[in-house]
Every structure is written in C-alpha cells, then in structure tokens.
C-alpha cells in the first residue's frame, strides 16, 4: 500500500444502498478533494466522517449499513460533509411487532482442537489468572484494604510466585442507600457474583466495617462459596472468611492490618498450589466491548470482533456483548436471531426495562454519544449502535442476563449492561468472564484488574501513536493491507496466548485498571 500521506482519496461504503461513505484518509480531505469514481468533495471533510454520495433534499434518508441513521435537515449536494448537525435522528424502533427468532442461519461447523492453559475451578469454571481478590462490604473499609494490599504486595506476594495478584475489589456500595428497595439486588448479586470470577479461585476473603447495611451474610449467604476438599472429591461450602474493623480484638490501625495480611496469607499459600492445565477452548467466557468508538468501529475492529465470537461459538465458548442503549436501535436485528422466543422476549423485557430507566432520568438513547464518538464521526446512537452490535457476530443468541447476573450457558449471551465503559466491564466480571476485548477508536488507557484486557484499535493512526497501549491493530483492514478475517483469527488466537499466561496484554503489562464501578439504579438515602 502506499504511505498513509500519498494515498489517493478513498471512501467506505458499507452497503451498496447507501447513500453516504466514510473517508478513509488519515487527516480527513479538503473541498476538492476527487475519488477514483469522480466524486469530489464540496466541503472539507475530516477522517471517518460521511460524505454524501447522491443529492439529498431536505427530509431525505441518510443511509449507512442499509439503515436509515437519520434524515436530512437541509439540502445537501453531492459531496457534501454530512455530521449530526445536519441531521435529524429516527425515533427508537418499537418494542413491539418485533420478528422473534425468524433468522435460521445454517450451523457452522464446531471448531476443534484449539486449547489453552487454564485454571480448573471446583464449579467447573476455569480462569485464566490466578488471583487473590479481596472482596469489601462497603466503601468506608477501602483504604485500609488497599493499604494491607500494598503491605500483602510487597511482603507476601514474593513467597507465593504461583499467584498472579492481589486486588481490592473496591466499590462505592454497600450504606448510605436504600438497601431493600427492589433494585438493590443488582448492586448486590453483581459484586457477589464477581467475588466469584473464575479468576480468583474461589479463594473468598471479605474485609467488613460492621455497621453497614452490606452485611457480610448478606453479601455471600451460606451456600454461595464452593471449595474442593482436601481429598479432591467434589465442591463443599466454604465458610466465609471475614476480616471485620469494628471487632473488639482490633486496637489501633496496624491491629486491622496485621488481621487481612494473616487471613490473605491462608489463602495465598492455597492459589499457590494451584497448576495451569490444558482446557479446550470451550471454557473461554469473553466479554466483548467498546469504548471511545468511532465511525471506523463498525467497519474493521467490531467486525473483527464479530468473527472471533463466531470463532469462540464455534468452539463452544461462552461470548457476551451488551451495552444496551448501542444495541437499542438494532433491537429487530437481535431478536430475528434469537434462538428462541424466550430468548427474543428477554432481550425485549431488558430493553423496555432500560428505555424506563432512562425515561425517569428525563433522557432518551440520545444522551449516549460522547463528544468523541461525533468527533470520530459518530453522528447520532443509531449509527454507532449499527457499527457496535456486529461485535456479536452472526451465531444464534442463546441467552440473556440481567444486570449483574451470572453466566450459567455457553454460546451468544446478551447480558444487558449500561453504555458506560467501567460499568459494563463490571458487570461483565460479575457476569463471570475470564477474558475482556475492548475496541476503540478515538483511545482509551481502559484495563481491568481482575481479567486480561486485550485491545483493539480502529485505526492504524491510533495503533501507531498507541503502540504500547493497543493490542491489536484493526486499521489494517481500513488500509487494505488484511482482511476481517484476518484480524479475527489473529484475535482468536491471542486470546489462548494471553487466556494461557504465554502473553500479557499491554493493560496488564503497564498495570492499568478502571475501578470497579456497581450499578445502582435504586435510591440513596
């Protein structure tokens, strides 16, 4: 390919019924700027935003991936730049007359013999990271706990080379809030389930204040902790191992400290025991996400994304997109492929639950775009949910989760999250993935500390100022110089390198990490 500065001007189209195209060029073009097909721009137009391919006249549908994403709020020639202030968004598709479970695509054929090295858990899960987690009941105890993690870091990792890391599952939970209101439990159930991620053993440690409303039985009622006996023969209930400030025993500060670095250290000697074995790919739980999305997500790293998790359904893995109000306006899309009618109506009765949730706000899908997303050229949420929901790929959808529920299947699962980067990426750890892909095209430093994240840049531009921040470059698709079907199997494939220990992603190698951020859609008193 020629040098990213010489190139000839060149478009996207993703449909052959479209009516606008996104220029490809880095640094955009200016106004008289011609294409190969004659096309010349009468406006100048910035990289990854639309130009139209016809004459528009005011009203008429502006079309990208063969969905109307809005319509024209004045006469726009042919050439011109076409960006959301020029524009009318569509009203959100109805919640009802949807087509449920009308899409039948042939089975693909199962893809065999992919592998890699995991932890084997007493449910039956496996990690991909070996992890002490410290689980906190609210938010008053979280400098002392991340205080005795530095201590624990420091003073007892080192003996214990076998175990990856100790993280303080930090959260604003747990009182000052309506703890029995009705969704109250989402909060709850979604940082349960992740004191459970596969990633952490089942090695459960709790540290308490004691007067909290999250009391630590609340939290993590009996029957919830699964252990292996000492004879290896099958899963008992473990008792809860709670750390609390307030007990009497503690007297002075170093007293709260010296009690988690001694109950850390129990189950630290535990993770280290532990040994990597040989799993199918089949055991590989994904979350799939993005995050400063831009008009090129839907056009190299999404679809990217999107063959992976047919790799991964294929394969028999566990794959979960979400972010619902970037797949609202798909709706139609998703429960055409559902592989039931159960499943379609879940996916209807999670959307409806969250147009409410918005709607309460005073706020509609609208609010979603980011100054960045319209900066990259994202004019409005209908056309960024069309570049986001191909990240789920083709497969039938298999199930759905509430918000902070835990996977319990394998193949396509919809587990319905909010938008926000940090609050799906928690919900998804709640959801219990083992293994994170995040795309983005304006940027993001985005990790997590409880599982790897490999990211996915958009943009060969990106990729090349990002070098150490980005795991994968998609741009190349855009540039001509590799396929989709390229960039997914090289994805593939890195997931069982870094699912295996053989790889660390740069998230990981620079130690970068969001915190952990519950939904709480119930009041604050």
């Excluded at 990289?47 to 319509?71: F, M, P, S, T």
């Excluded at 209101?181 to 990633?199: M, W």
């Excluded at 959801?431 to 599982?451: D, K, Q, S, W």
Aim: net charge negative; glycine share 10%; aromatic share 6%.
């Amino acid at each position: 390919m020629a040098d990213a500065n010489t190139r000839p001007p060149l478009y996207i189209r993703i449909h052959a019924a479209d009516n606008v195209a996104i220029v490809a060029n880095d640094g955009g073009l200016k106004t008289g700027a011609t294409f190969a097909d004659g096309l010349v721009l009468v406006d100048n137009v910035p990289q990854g935003h639309k130009v139209a391919l016809a004459d528009l006249a005011e009203g008429d549908a502006i079309v990208r991936y063969n969905v109307v994403i809005g319509y024209a709020q004045k006469s726009l020639p042919r050439g011109s730049w076409v960006h959301e202030r020029v524009m009318r968004m569509p009203t959100a598709p109805e919640l009802d007359g949807l087509p449920i479970a009308t899409v039948k695509p042939p089975a693909l054929p199962p893809l065999e013999g992919y592998t890699f090295e995991g932890y084997r858990n007493a449910d039956g899960s496996v990690g991909s990271r070996n992890i002490l987690a410290i689980t906190q009941t609210v938010q008053c105890v979280a400098g002392v706990t991340e205080f005795a993690v530095q201590r624990i870091k420091a003073e007892l990792l080192p003996k214990f080379p076998n175990v990856d890391d100790v993280v303080a599952l930090e959260h604003s939970y747990g009182c000052g809030v309506a703890i029995d209101a009705p969704d109250a439990i989402i909060p709850i159930r979604t940082l349960r389930n992740i004191s459970l991620n596969p990633n952490f053993g089942g090695e459960v440690m709790v540290v308490s204040l004691g007067c909290e409303k999250l009391q630590p039985e609340r939290l993590l009622p009996p029957g919830t902790i699964p252990i292996t006996d000492q004879r290896g023969e099958g899963a008992t209930d473990a008792a809860l191992d709670v750390v609390c400030l307030q007990d009497d025993a503690h007297v002075g500060f170093m007293s709260m400290i010296d009690s988690v670095m001694r109950q850390a250290e129990v189950h630290l000697a535990r993770l280290n025991a532990r040994r990597r074995e040989t799993v199918p790919a089949s055991e590989l739980v994904v979350g799939v996400q993005c995050g400063g999305s831009d008009a090129f997500s839907g056009v190299t790293a999404n679809p990217a994304v999107g063959f992976a998790t047919d790799l991964l359904v294929r394969a028999g893995a566990t794959v979960m997109f979400s972010e619902t109000t970037e797949v609202r306006d798909g709706i139609d899309q998703l429960t055409s492929r559902a592989s039931s009618p159960e499943v379609a109506e879940a996916m209807i009765r999670e959307m409806a639950w969250y147009d409410a949730y918005l709607q309460k706000g005073r706020v509609d899908r609208s609010a979603n775009t980011t100054p960045g997303n319209k900066k990259g050229g994202l004019s409005n949420i209908v056309e960024k949910a069309m570049g986001s929901i191909v990240k789920s790929g083709s497969a039938p959808i298999t199930g759905v989760l509430s918000p902070g529920e835990k996977v319990r299947q394998k193949g396509l699962i919809y587990a319905a999250t909010p938008a926000s980067d940090f609050i799906c990426g928690t919900l998804q750890l709640a959801a219990g993935i083992n293994l994170h892909i995040f795309t983005t095209g304006r940027g993001t430093p985005y990790g997590l500390a409880e599982v790897p994240v490999i990211k996915v840049a958009t943009r060969s531009d990106l990729a090349r100022r990002w070098h150490d921040l980005m795991d994968v470059n998609a741009g190349r698709i855009a540039d001509g110089d590799a396929t989709i079907e390229d960039v997914g199997w090289e994805l593939f494939r890195l997931m069982l390198d870094v699912a295996s220990g053989r790889k660390k992603t740069w998230a990981e190698h620079w130690k970068l990490h969001n915190a952990l951020v519950l939904f709480n859609p119930a009041p604050v008193t």
